[in-house]
């Protein structure tokens, strides 16, 4: 069924656990994610990467809501949708006109100050048609620059507490440690970090980066205050070795058309993954 991600989050706190939100470019991962959490009965988070409209071109925001909506549609498990990473008011509204139900501004990279004045821009919006703001207070970076070291990237409590005050803010994505990408080594969660934010905020937070962090930690995680996870790396590196098999198993100059077998195909690699990762790694 399709779900507001406010309710799925609300269902994630009640179990103390965490939605997955899976970075989904196409049609074949978004379904795999759903038929996934109605084989296993969890909810989950179909989310869009903007670059994968504007740079990459793989969907349109409107056409990517619809066909979320029509496959969660499909199911009884809750199913959100989320747009990931956006910086600007006039992004995020044109993701709102398109059906999104949920939206990321990221202003982590400016000054606290000038955060807080473009996300209150954003939720003031957002909240006007009814749709759901995470708000990052810290730098997520990526892991090929080893980020996820820099301690004064982290976010720091007492700065968390004034974003989400003054901002209001549906959900908030920290910086505890983790980054985006691949890690260069084991990355290890900043715990006391998390505990204090959880403490002093009263909002669901979310953990970024999520491909590589040990699942031992990811738990933990969870059991302490994260209410959303977002693998994005990980389940791409999946969809890719996935397609190489197909190719390398299917000789494309013998017999061009087999091409159209290559969805379902790759689902059949794809939807395992996902099951695997909802059932390891969330409480429902």
């Known amino acids: 069924m399709y779900e507001q991600v406010p309710n799925i989050l609300k269902l994630a706190q009640q179990s103390n656990t965490s939605v997955i939100a899976f970075i989904c470019m196409d049609y074949v ?11 296993v009965n969890t909810p989950a988070l179909v989310m869009l990467f903007p670059e994968h409209v504007t740079v990459q071109k793989t969907t349109g925001l409107r056409g990517y809501a619809e066909m979320v909506k029509e ?21 995020i509204t044109g993701a709102m006109d398109a059906g999104f139900q949920s939206v990321m501004m990221d202003g982590s990279a400016n000054t606290l100050e000038e955060n807080i ?26 892991a090929s620059q080893a980020d996820n070291r820099k301690e004064d990237l982290f ?9 989400c005050r003054e901002t209001g803010v549906d959900a908030l994505a920290v910086s505890i440690g983790n980054a985006h990408g691949e890690y260069k080594q084991t990355p290890h969660l900043d715990f006391k970090r ?3 934010i959880r ?4 909002i669901p937070l979310v953990l970024h980066g999520g ?32 397609v190489k098999e197909f190719t390398l198993e299917y000789d494309p100059v013998s017999d061009p058309v087999k091409v159209i077998q290559m969805p379902e195909y790759v689902q059949s690699r794809l939807q395992p993954y996902v099951e695997n990762r909802l059932k390891t790694l969330c409480r429902f």
């Open 117 to 142: 004045r473009l996300t209150r821009q954003v939720v003031q919006a957002a909240h006007a048609r009814g749709v759901m703001v995470e708000g990052e207070i810290g730098h997520v970076g990526a």
């Open 194 to 196: 998390l505990a204090q």
């Open 29 to 39: 991962m978004a379904r795999s994610v759903i038929y996934a959490a109605e084989a």
């Open 155 to 163: 976010t720091k409590p007492d700065a968390a507490t004034l974003f």
């Open 71 to 91: 496959l969660a549609e499909q199911v009884k498990v809750p199913i959100g949708l989320h747009l990931d990473h956006n910086n600007s008011l006039a992004a």
């Open 199 to 202: 403490d002093i905020t009263s």
């Open 211 to 242: 491909s590589g962090i040990p699942d031992d930690q990811l738990l933990k995680a969870f059991s302490m205050g994260i209410r959303k996870f977002n693998l994005g790396t990980d389940y791409l590196r999946n969809y890719f070795q996935a």
